[in-house]
């Protein structure tokens, strides 16, 4: 949430009621809000008087500030219309991967807000299961602006009670209520005179305002495209609070041109974030801005595409997860490429590897893809792609990166060798500092491809997942149906059997890619993800530490988790609004009891049953079971 520091330390007589509110804004929403609450109190070192000098002379802006304040016109918009389903999904999704067992959202927040000083009887009054909201403007003034907050009841007269008996507020008149007036409060002054905490009773809900006027209002928010969001946050106005907003984020852009962060915030009109996930319907998030964003993208994304592009149509089907993006302009690219020239020094191998890249971005039309495949055997490969215009010329750079690398180990043992001669290294440390490596020719339908391989010597965990079972290192590069492809990882020769067969799948038939094509009109950047597959790639990353009897088991429960549930996200620009949005099929990952349990049995067989997940990328692409489990057990 975004509030405005220096309005709660500038104007003493307003400090009180900010400072009230946000309290308030924080019952619902436990840790939303700490550091905000946090900041009503002034920086240490920073008086009063101090404060006033700064907003009197207001530096380095052309309009004063009282003109600027009375011009700005920010909204923050805040809805939780279904917290019982959000607590329920955490629940369930933590029950599965956190090592405390299942995350009780309810109880946790409970206890944070007694901690913080919400008397004991107030919080037992809200109802977790109630629609909350809130509307503030920013920067946060009494006097202008929707401010206004709606807290759920179980009981709307014991509640109200309570937080009149807490906050010692004065009967304003029938269900309305209001906190004291301080002794500082100008009467004469039309601004701040009816400043103040307003209380009312709202269909089973409290409305805390800042202007008494707010109070027939104030409601749970509707979202601005109409719809009413399970959690929706919004916020409009955002070029006309632009010196504040640097203001407030100073340190987090130390290091960054402030007049290039301006520029990009005041091309901004609104920005959003909504999350839906009832019981009848997908988990779908969202999230876009608006504004004037001409050049966003840089130019690199080429046009919204409704239907998948000919590079699906030539990349492998099956995948555990795919992107395609459509290609625009190449100068971003040649100019990031170019970037990483001056900081190469002596090394000749990235010197030609980037020129292929350079040669290579010339020659891509349409479509770039990427996507990671897994196997029956939980061999995972990642493939590489993009369309191009000349096949021929293609082929030969592909077939040049492939020299390339081999040329590169060559070169590597070359200086060993040396090394070994000159006295420089043992025979042993040599042995030991050099990698058997070689080629190796792939079928690929009637079309034959080089391969190079490299073992690796002790490697670390996290790279397991790209090396075969003798710790080999694989990948090929070559050029078919006028697509570039770079192919690596240990199932390198099932995902070329599939490119070779003529029945073999294709990822522009799978359901997610087809859904994020459909969506908002098309999309520039399109993505899938494949549930049933992540089961896979968890057993493939588990095998190393799995007994016989625990593979067994855990091969077993795989036709169980395989259910095909296809998820997307998607990107779309235009030069008026960027939107992004991620979809699960949720009533398979998530609503079915059973799959439910098949998923718990399979993370207690692999060992990591209770093992906390902190970033969902290490669940899906790395992570290693605990040391600490015992392998040859389950539970």
């Not at 095998?543 to 855990?554: S, V, W």
Request: contains cysteine.
């Amino acid at each position: 949430m975004l509030f405005w520091y220096k309005e709660i330390v500038l104007t003493p007589r307003r400090r009180p009621s900010l400072a009230l509110l946000l309290a308030l804004a924080c019952l619902p929403v436990a840790g939303a809000c700490k550091k905000n609450g946090a900041s009503a109190t002034p920086a240490e070192g920073r008086g009063e008087r101090e404060a006033e000098v700064v907003r009197e002379n207001y530096p380095d802006r052309d309009t004063p500030y009282d003109e600027y304040e009375a011009q700005a016109n920010m909204r923050v918009r805040f809805a939780i219309r279904n917290p019982e389903m959000l607590n329920r999904e955490l629940t369930r999704l933590s029950d599965v991967f956190s090592t405390d067992g299942p995350l009780r959202l309810e109880s946790a927040t409970r206890e944070m807000l007694h901690e913080w000083g919400i008397p004991m009887p107030v919080i037992e009054q809200l109802d977790p299961t109630g629609a909350f909201g809130l509307s503030l403007a920013y920067p946060l003034r009494t006097y202008t602006g929707e401010n206004w907050i709606m807290v759920p009841a179980k009981d709307l007269a014991l509640l109200t009670r309570e937080v009149v008996t807490w906050l010692t507020l004065d009967e304003l008149g029938p269900q309305r209520w209001r906190s004291a007036p301080s002794d500082t409060e100008d009467e004469e002054d039309p601004d701040h005179r009816d400043e103040g905490v307003y209380l009312a009773q709202a269909e089973g809900a409290l409305a805390f305002t800042l202007r008494e006027a707010m109070l027939d209002d104030a409601a749970v928010p509707a979202s601005g495209d109409g719809k009413a969001h399970d959690l929706m946050l919004e916020v409009d106005g955002i070029a006309t609070a632009v010196p504040d907003l640097l203001d407030d984020f100073d340190q987090t852009l130390h290091n960054v041109e402030r007049g290039a962060w301006q520029r990009r915030l005041e091309a901004l009109d609104r920005m959003w974030v909504s999350v839906d996930a009832q019981e009848d319907r997908d988990l779908e998030f969202g999230a876009g801005v608006t504004g004037r964003l001409d050049g966003w993208d840089g130019g690199l994304l080429g046009p919204a595409r409704r239907a998948p592009a000919r590079i699906a149509a030539v990349m492998p089907g099956g995948a555990l997860a795919a992107l395609t993006a459509s290609w625009g302009d190449p100068s971003p690219a040649l100019e990031l490429i170019n970037d990483f020239r001056p900081s190469l020094g002596a090394s000749v191998l990235m010197r030609d590897f980037l020129e292929m890249a350079s040669l290579l971005v010339d020659h891509i039309v349409e479509d770039v893809g990427i996507a990671i495949y897994v196997d029956e055997e939980g061999r995972h490969t990642l493939v590489l792609a993009a369309g191009v215009d000349s096949e021929k010329t293609v082929a030969a750079l592909a077939t040049d990166m492939v020299e390339l690398f081999d040329r590169s180990l060559r070169a590597a043992d070359a200086e060993i060798t040396a090394k070994e001669v000159a006295g420089e290294l043992s025979q042993e440390e040599a042995a030991k500092q050099r990698h058997s490596h070689g080629k190796e020719t792939l079928r690929l339908g009637s079309q034959r491809v080089e391969s190079v391989w490299m073992e690796m010597r002790e490697p670390e965990s996290s790279t397991k997942v790209m090396l075969d079972g003798k710790d080999r290192f694989r990948m090929t590069s070559f050029v078919r149906d006028e697509t570039f492809f770079v192919v690596m990882g240990p199932g390198m020769d099932g995902v070329l059997a599939n490119m070779g067969s003529k029945k073999g799948s294709r990822l522009a038939q799978a359901p997610g890619l087809l859904a994020a094509h459909e969506r908002l009109d098309g999309c520039q950047v399109c993505g899938m993800t494949d549930g049933g597959q992540a089961a896979r790639s968890l057993y493939g990353r588990a095998l190393g530490d799995l007994t016989p009897e625990r593979r067994a088991e855990a091969r077993a429960l795989l036709p169980k988790l395989s259910k095909g549930d296809q998820g997307y996200w998607l990107l779309r620009t235009t030069p008026q609004r960027i939107e992004m949005r991620v979809l699960t099929d949720r009533a398979r990952a998530i609503s079915d009891p059973n799959l439910l349990q098949a998923w718990e049995q399979f993370m207690k067989v692999l060992g990591h049953r209770g093992e906390s997940v902190k970033d969902p990328r290490e669940w899906l692409f790395g992570l290693a079971p605990s040391s600490e489990l015992e392998v040859g057990s389950v539970g």
